[in-house]
């Protein structure tokens, strides 16, 4: 498992972006491709994108939540 900082938190701000715009977390982009990849590794970079995008969304909720 190959962890790339940086894109992990471009796939964080792209959560916490998605959140200001109004989407909710089911509209995450990643999804799709994480029920139609057959390689385990493929798989595992999309899976780690769909987390950090999610993380940033709920990181951006939880700081609406308090204003």
Known sequence: MVFDVEM???WQ???MNA????LS???NPVTPYLETVS???EK???????????FGW???????ALL
């Open 39 to 41: 390689c385990p590794k």
């Open 44 to 54: 595992d970079s999309w899976a780690q994108k769909a987390e950090a995008w999610s």
């Open 19 to 22: 959140r200001v715009l109004g």
């Open 13 to 15: 701000q792209r959560g």
């Open 8 to 10: 992990m938190l471009d």
């Open 58 to 64: 709920h990181i951006e909720n939880a700081t609406r």
């Open 25 to 27: 977390a089911s509209k």
